[in-house]
């Protein structure tokens, strides 16, 4: 789907995968696989599928990709530490990975996860936010509104 993408004319860094749960867990596996440098990744409640013996078949660009994991301790279908190892795990890989806390969330998606995820990948774009319809913060962007 990756390869596709690109194929039809997107920047890799133009692409960001996001998945709650089990979907988490594949769209970590599949930035770790795909030998390119992508916009990013958002895991929410999920764990990262993988031992550390595949993390030698990550390569140096794909370790570039930045994370932003959300988990909330009160999940009790993949356990909070299990998100929280799937961050380290990341990190010992060279990758920058944020993790955002949530004390009393289950398993489950809250708007304020999605809005924060809004912006971090405004931010990653160059988009500014400070409209209601936002636009590439430089003329010379092709970015599309993410909303």
């Known amino acids: 789907m990756l ?4 194929a039809a004319g997107t920047s890799p860094t133009n692409i960001f995968v996001c998945g709650l749960s089990q979907g988490g867990a594949l769209a970590i596996a599949s930035v770790l696989l795909y030998p390119k440098t992508l916009g990013g990744c958002a895991v929410f409640s999920g764990s990262v599928p993988l031992s550390k013996s595949f993390a030698d078949r990550v390569t140096p660009e794909a370790r570039k990709t930045p994370v932003l994991w959300f988990h909330g301790m009160a999940d009790g279908v993949v356990l909070f530490e299990a998100g929280h190892a799937g961050c380290a795990f990341l990190q010992e890989l060279g990758m920058a990975c944020e993790f955002k806390t949530y004390p009393t969330l289950g398993h489950l998606l809250v708007d304020e ?25 430089s003329s010379s962007s092709n970015h599309e509104d993410l909303h």
């Open 113 to 137: 996860e999605l809005q924060y995820f809004r912006r971090w990948i405004f931010d990653r774009l160059g988009i500014s936010q400070g409209t209601k319809d936002a636009r590439p913060s």
């Open 3 to 6: 390869d596709k993408e690109v």
